[in-house]
């Protein structure tokens, strides 16, 4: 299979699966900041994990070398204020770039809105990048996981991050059931 | 239901991730302190001089059969790496490992070290150290006193190999390794280089074979 | 009008998604990368491709001009995602032409919103590098740290920002 194809192929799961959470409409993905409806934190870390243990388990036993997949670099500040832009973004717009297509597709016009949006700052970001773009590429730490960061096992990364998501997980089902969907 | 399995199944596989962690040994320390007081390496000398000894040694060669063809250290057996480190070697008899130069002999020194074997050391600079010290050790010409000691102790050793010494090279053209730093008369030690260029050990051995009888 | 899947059991399907795509494609799933393609090449269209492609932070995006999305990887995801969604919607009759917004507001605020809070993320997702879907889901699976920081950033910022949009969805 072509890896165009494969692409595609990839992202009709990845778009079926995200509609079918619901994860389309924004009243909804919105909720996991007024903790009425804890949904994203599950999805997002229910795939999280499970790609994560996959992906240690079969790099164990040798089905998949870890080594030849794309892990993106660290740029400590550049990626902290992204994150912080994003998330202020996210509760405007009620939707991130993946969902926004997802509501795009299904006929909802805020999402084609957040698209239209996505692309506007991009291109103002691109005008303007001659000028940050030292910031941009500041503290840079080039490929490194946790396991390297915390000078633990990578089996023990992984138990951590499982441990931290099923105790998010076992939160948000006391915090659902308090407030109701 | 389901989703309590999936989460039994996540625990299981998430946490029984650590157990499969390698803690940082002591067997590293071990090493580690090895390689630090340089007890992982001998010299061609002491080799030479086990050799003579007649001391129990399993010497083995770790480059090409080829090469192992062309020349070898008199007694060694020629191995690759992958048998190596599989096979089952006695563990009473002390092994010394050589290749061409360091890094495939250390690297093997490691995984035998690993393996559990505990006497084991490799040559330091491999077949190149023992040409240019033991079969075809060389005298420069402009040697001082206690270099021609040294030179003469080794000659001892170079004809009981069948081995060639020279006398009379010029400086610049010995065959340089670790023994070339801080050698020599204070005039030459003080230039831009310690003397010689290294040679490589292909062309050391050529030497060698271009001798007829 | 068929209910919602499963949260958990949608997540670790898509979680079975992406670890496909570590071991086919050697890569995880992402989102802003797409449009950041289509950024390039509508500014290329604009200002014309030589003067696109000087632009430092649109060059990348356009090694075959203005045809480059068609070879973009992430492109080709993003169609995928969007066709997946639209045929689970259709299957389940969860199809709707609406503009979803809180009870209060009307839909141009809406828009607005929309539009504004996108710019501010697209910024953000070009400074670090991706998305949610990005960074947050495939660099998180990887345990890569910058992808953990921004989790953990815009999870805050978002709780932060989220009274002061109370208005927008309560």
Redesign the interface.
């Known amino acids: 299979?072509s890896?165009?194809?494969?692409?595609?192929?990839?992202?009709?799961?990845?778009?079926?699966?995200?509609?079918?959470?619901?994860l389309?409409?924004?009243?909804?993905l919105?909720g996991?900041?007024?903790f009425t409806d804890l949904?994203v934190l599950?999805?997002?870390?229910?795939?999280?994990?499970?790609?994560?243990?996959?992906?240690?388990?079969?790099d164990?036993l040798g089905?998949?070398d870890?080594r030849?997949?794309?892990?993106?670099?660290?740029?400590?500040v550049?990626?902290?204020?992204?994150?912080?832009?994003?998330?202020?973004?996210?509760?405007?717009?009620?939707?991130?770039?993946?969902t926004?297509?997802?509501?795009?597709?299904?006929?909802?016009?805020?999402g084609l809105?957040?698209?239209?949006?996505?692309?506007?700052?991009?291109?103002?970001?691109?005008?303007a990048?001659?000028r940050i773009?030292g910031f941009?590429e500041s503290t840079a730490?080039g490929?490194?996981?946790?396991?390297e960061?915390l000078h633990?096992?990578?089996?023990?990364?992984?138990?951590l991050?499982?441990?931290m998501a099923?105790g998010a997980?076992a939160l948000a089902e006391r915090l659902q059931t308090g407030s109701g969907q | 239901m389901s989703r309590r399995l999936l989460a039994a199944v996540a625990l299981v596989l998430g946490l029984g991730a650590a157990a499969t962690d390698v803690a940082p040994t002591a067997a590293s320390a071990r090493l580690a302190a090895d390689i630090a007081a340089e007890r992982d390496h001998i010299t061609a000398e002491e080799l030479a001089e086990r050799i003579m000894n007649g001391r129990a040694t399993r010497l083995i060669d770790l480059r090409s059969e080829r090469e192992f063809a062309a020349f070898h250290i008199p007694t060694a057996t020629h191995a690759d790496i992958e048998t190596l480190v599989a096979a089952d070697l006695p563990r009473d008899t002390p092994i010394v490992l050589y290749s061409e130069g360091a890094p495939h002999a250390a690297q093997a020194w490691v995984l035998l070290e690993l393996r559990g074997y505990d006497d084991v050391t490799f040559l330091r600079e491999g077949v190149y150290e023992w040409i240019a010290r033991i079969h075809e050790p060389q005298l420069a010409a402009d040697a001082t006193p206690a270099e021609r000691a040294d030179f003469g102790r080794r000659a001892v050793m170079t004809r009981w190999f069948g081995g060639q010494p020279h006398v009379g090279v010029p400086r610049a053209e010995l065959a340089a390794g670790y023994w070339t730093a801080g050698e020599g008369p204070p005039e030459a030690r003080e230039g831009a280089s310690a003397g010689a260029a290294p040679r490589s050990a292909a062309s050391l051995i050529a030497g060698i074979r271009r001798r007829g009888c | 009008m068929r209910r919602d899947a499963d949260p958990y059991l949608a997540g670790a399907g898509i979680g079975l998604v992406l670890l496909a795509a570590y071991a086919f494609a050697g890569r995880g799933l992402g989102a802003s990368g797409a449009f950041a393609s289509a950024a390039a090449t509508l500014t290329a269209a604009a200002i014309g491709t030589e003067q696109a492609a000087a632009m430092p932070a649109v060059a990348d995006y356009l090694p075959s001009g203005l045809a480059s999305p068609l070879s973009d990887w992430l492109v080709w995801e993003i169609v995928g995602v969007a066709v997946g969604a639209f045929v689970s919607a259709w299957r389940a009759g969860r199809l709707a032409s609406v503009c979803e917004r809180g009870p209060g507001i009307r839909p141009a605020t809406r828009i607005g919103a929309a539009l504004a809070g996108g710019a501010v993320m697209g910024v953000g997702a070009k400074l670090a590098r991706g998305c949610t879907s990005g960074q947050g889901l495939s660099g998180g699976a990887l345990l890569s740290v910058g992808s953990w920081i921004f989790i953990v950033a815009a999870f805050a910022a978002a709780y932060a920002c989220a009274p002061l949009a109370r208005r927008l969805w309560r």
């Open positions: 299979m890896p165009l194809v494969l692409a595609l192929v990839l992202g009709l799961a990845f778009g079926a699966l995200l509609e079918a959470a619901g389309g409409r924004a009243r909804k919105v996991q900041f007024y949904t599950k999805v997002l870390f229910s795939a999280l994990v499970t790609a994560m243990i996959g992906a240690f388990w079969l164990r089905v998949i870890l030849q997949v794309y892990i993106p670099e660290t740029f400590v550049p990626q902290a204020l992204g994150g912080v832009l994003f998330g202020a973004g996210l509760v405007l717009a009620g939707l991130c770039p993946g926004s297509c997802v509501a795009a597709a299904t006929g909802r016009r805020d809105a957040v698209m239209a949006g996505l692309v506007l700052g991009i291109v103002v970001f691109n005008a990048f001659v773009r941009h730490l490929t490194v996981t946790l396991p960061a633990i096992g990578r089996g023990s990364a992984v138990a991050v499982t441990l099923c997980f």
